[in-house]
């Protein structure tokens, strides 16, 4: 008697890697997505949380430029990202964080806003920063910081990175509080809550065909 194929067999396409032009392509687009949602707050006075939300602090209160910043506080991170997710995620990440460097502080001289409403600069802020984090995590990729460094802990000592990057976050906002108008600081609360929002929304593997 000849054996038949089940019918409980999986038959769907297996996800095929994307090529180097699509994942290229996807971090420049990805980059210049968040640069400008970077852009809005920072002309607007706002600030937001994880490693972004501490480069716009610290570019507030030094000399050094918002992209000097993000380039310098990403180095540190690189080696954990390499241990944890591997050289191609790494390799990524340094690419997408070098663009971003690069695109927030090019913006200066090439757009000129004379007027942001801070509540617009909140919500399409964190409508284009939460969605070029999506495009990352697609193509493995990140902004690395915080990220990395909640992931290392979750691995390492078990605890889950959900809360290690909101207490994170919260650390950066409460020491905000000392620089920004308080009113300031609730809109920079929604556009983070805005940004992770568009990545809980749309961040579901298995919904979408790859």
């Not at 889950?160 to 950066?172: E, F, H, S, T, W």
């Not at 749309?202 to 790859?210: E, M, V």
Request: aromatic share 12%; glycine share 8%.
């Amino acid at each position: 008697m000849s054996s038949s194929p089940s019918i409980n067999q999986d038959t769907k396409p297996k996800s095929q890697p994307h090529p180097i032009s699509e994942n290229l392509f996807a971090l420049f687009a990805a980059a210049a997505m968040f640069s400008l949602g970077i852009f809005l707050l920072q002309s607007a006075g706002l600030l937001t949380g994880g490693t972004a939300g501490l480069t716009l602090l610290l570019s507030k209160l030094t000399p050094l430029s918002f992209g000097q910043w993000f380039f310098l506080l990403n180095l540190p991170f690189y080696f954990l990202a390499w241990r944890q997710m591997g050289l191609a995620f790494t390799r990524n990440t340094i690419i997408t964080v070098l663009t971003v460097s690069i695109g927030v502080d090019a913006l200066q001289h090439l757009l000129q806003l004379t007027n942001v409403h801070p509540l617009y600069a909140a919500l399409a802020g964190g409508v284009l920063m939460g969605n070029a984090m999506l495009v990352l995590f697609r193509h493995q990729a990140s902004l690395g910081g915080f990220n990395i460094l909640a992931l290392f802990m979750q691995q390492r000592y078990g605890w889950r990175a959900g809360k290690v990057q909101l207490g994170l976050d919260a650390c950066i906002l409460l020491a905000s509080f000392f620089i920004v108008p308080w009113w300031l600081l609730l809109l920079s609360i929604l556009g983070a809550v805005v940004c992770n929002l568009a990545l809980t929304f749309n961040h579901k593997p298995g919904r979408y065909q790859p």
